[in-house]
């Protein structure tokens, strides 16, 4: 028996997490320990990036599940007993290898299903989900459904939620207008929809509609799901698209409503928020890259924003965005860090290189003096591990997850401004170029250890958010070269900043 589960076996625990490198080797020498389907008084289980290739029957065992975190596995077939987890609230496959699901008939407790990443193809197919009646969101996010199937043929009557963005949908039913009377958000970015129902505009709920990188036969619109807000897309659908209920699309130059019509046209040259970019500045400072980072965390990209506004309400707002997205799209940091300066207080030359733990020192944010990074590291171990004692959980959880990459690396990532360090991620940036209230220019960084994309995904939502937080955006593009001086990245490229929500991009 593993230990981590006779521990939670001796202490009646309701939490256990299993996931990372060590539990990967257990399970590809031996397979998972069977005795984790015992613990019936578990209430939350995630086994994560462990390349668990299949599960036994007795899963149907944890009767008590509330929560059942199967990501990042090998996973081809999930056992018919998933259907017994009477009490399950929340199931995350995703990053997987599923094609299919059982069917969940008594899964009537479920409010959160999260399928992404796998290899669901054609139709959605997924039996019993109409009894599913406090589902509240799915996620079906990068497979290969070319329909939404069951879950748009049901009535759901809690469904806010779906994202099913990057798959190959090429129609969406009508009936969403009646099985989803509480749809709020509704991602299908980069698919392939020609068309769209006129139903679509009388959804009163939905707030937040996403139709991006669509191949929409309609060009104004496909132009207008680039640039204009959620209200003035679902206005011009409603006037301009067929009904496949029986209305008809309103006929250019008849009636009333092609008032409508004329109007969401003069829209599309009233542009909600505006990111401008301006091309890279001889005067401006370059970051050079040390090839001594490459094995801990290779990919660094970085961005000046100028004229910016952070009095008032604004430097709050900002801040609680950057956090935000450290939860979210950046993975509570495992995916990738930002970290924010204030210019003014940068001076060059930049250095992004790795230095051993005892020799690398910065004042973080969260001290006035310097602190060497392996006793800052330690530090905030010891801070996530007394949280996970008073939380009674069995690992550490929230943004303190990302310190298990630090175990393996045998020097730190460093961000250098000549001798001084500004930042150290995935932990922390410096107080030396602490942003306030009268900073005026920021230089933007986006660090990760996955893969440039990740980073550039980042960055690419920060700066979208970021404009309609403050009302419009000016960037000027950030040079990444090697220690040759090659050119290794610039961003935003003309490849970045494509299909940013609510925000139109001018480049000067």
């Known amino acids: 028996m593993w230990a981590e589960v006779a521990l939670a076996a001796q202490e009646q625990r309701h939490e256990l997490v299993l996931e990372g490198k060590g539990v990967q080797e257990r399970v590809e020498k031996g397979g998972l320990d069977v005795n984790i389907f015992k613990l019936d008084k578990l209430n939350f289980l995630r086994i994560s990036q462990a390349k668990v290739t299949s599960l036994p029957d007795t899963l149907g ?8 975190v199967l990501k990042g596995n090998s996973l081809t077939g999930i056992p018919t007993s998933l259907n017994n987890l009477t009490k399950l609230k929340l199931l995350d496959l995703s990053l997987n290898s599923l094609s299919s699901l059982p069917p969940i ?4 407790e479920l409010t959160t299903l999260n399928l992404s990443l796998n290899v669901f193809s054609g139709e959605f197919i997924l039996e019993g989900i109409q009894n599913c009646q406090k589902l509240s969101l799915v996620d079906l996010t990068a497979n290969t459904l070319t329909s939404l199937g069951h879950l748009q043929e049901h009535k759901l009557e809690l469904l806010a939620e779906v994202v099913a963005k990057q798959n190959k949908l090429d129609s969406l039913s009508p009936q969403i207008l009646e099985n989803w009377p509480v749809i709020k958000k509704l991602d299908l970015a980069q698919n392939c929809l020609k068309e769209v129902p006129g139903e679509l505009g009388d959804i009163s709920k939905l707030k937040e509609l996403s139709l991006v990188d669509n191949p929409l036969s309609d060009n104004r619109l496909r132009k207008m799901c680039g640039q204009k ?4 897309v679902l206005d011009y659908v409603k006037s301009n698209c067929k009904k496949v209920g029986g209305g008809e699309k309103q006929e250019k130059g008849k009636g009333k409503k092609n008032k409508k019509g004329r109007k969401n046209s003069e829209e599309m040259d009233e542009l909600c928020d505006i990111l401008t970019v301006a091309s890279l500045k001889e005067d401006m400072l370059e970051i050079v890259a040390s090839e001594s980072v490459k094995e801990v965390r290779p990919f660094i990209i970085f961005c000046f924003i100028t004229g910016i506004d952070l009095t008032g309400e604004n430097l709050k ?28 207080k940068v001076k060059g030359p930049l250095l992004y290189t790795s230095k051993v733990p005892e020799d690398l020192s910065i004042i973080p944010l969260s001290s006035p003096h310097p602190t060497q990074a392996d006793k800052l590291v330690s530090q905030l171990k010891t801070e996530a591990e007394a949280l996970r004692k008073e939380k009674k959980r069995s690992a550490v959880t929230g943004l303190h997850q990302f310190l298990h990459l630090l175990d393996t690396w045998p020097v730190y990532p460093c961000l250098m401004d000549g001798d001084t360090t500004i930042s150290f991620p995935p932990v922390t940036n410096s107080g030396n170029t602490r942003i306030a209230e009268t900073t005026s220019s920021l230089l933007v960084e986006v660090t990760s250890s996955s893969k440039l994309g990740d980073a550039k995904l980042v960055m690419d939502t920060l700066l979208g958010e970021m404009a309609v937080l403050l009302g419009g955006l000016t960037v000027v593009q950030g ?16 490849t970045d900043l494509v299909g940013v929500k609510n925000v139109k991009v001018v480049r000067e």
Do not use: M, W
């Open 61 to 68: 065992c944890l009767g008590n599940l509330t929560s059942l």
């Open 105 to 108: 008939p008594n899964l009537t």
């Open 229 to 232: 807000g959620t209200k003035s």
């Open 317 to 344: 707002k900002f801040l609680s965005l950057q956090n935000r997205l450290h939860k979210t799209v950046c993975d509570n940091r495992n995916l990738a860090t930002i970290a924010t300066h204030d210019l003014s």
């Open 479 to 494: 040079r990444v070269v090697g220690e040759g001086g090659e050119l290794k990245v610039t961003y935003p490229a003309k």
